[in-house]
């Protein structure tokens, strides 16, 4: 069994930055792959980025490349998404998710992943 608990969700202007945060514990984490998804309201949930358990190889949605990076920190078991000039289309709940798999067509399918967690708000408005 592996837990999540994302945080660092908040209210941001749009333009402004934030840094989500989720701490794993339980098997060994640092052999998953991990990933960020996102929900918004009256929407599906969505890919945003993955990591592979090496950190060598990062994925990300188009509508986030070049504006979020994903990292991870396999010594604290945790992984991070910087988000770098929010809009207010990037309001939405969080996930954080683990996975054993770790190609560029399975990290991006949310059935893939097996853990989840809570999920974190982030509103980005004036």
């Known amino acids: 069994q592996v837990r999540l608990v994302e945080s660092g969700g908040e209210l941001v202007q749009p333009g402004g930055s934030l840094r989500l945060s989720c701490a794993a514990s339980?098997?060994?984490?640092?052999?998953?792959?991990m990933g960020w998804f996102r929900q918004a309201p009256g929407k599906e949930r969505a890919f945003v980025a993955a990591?592979?358990?090496?950190?060598?190889?990062?994925f990300y949605a188009d509508s986030v490349k070049v504006r979020f990076t994903i990292s991870r920190d396999n010594a604290k078991n945790t992984v991070y998404l910087q988000m770098n000039s929010l809009k207010p289309e990037d309001t939405a709940v969080y996930y954080c998710?683990?996975?054993?798999?770790?190609?560029?067509?399975?990290?991006?399918?949310?059935?893939?992943?097996?853990?989840w967690g809570q999920g974190t708000q982030v509103t980005v408005s004036s």
């Open positions: 990591i592979s358990w090496s950190g060598r190889n990062k």
């Open positions: 339980g098997r060994t984490v640092s052999n998953y792959a």
């Open positions: 998710a683990a996975t054993l798999s770790t190609t560029s067509t399975t990290v991006v399918q949310d059935y893939r992943y097996p853990y």
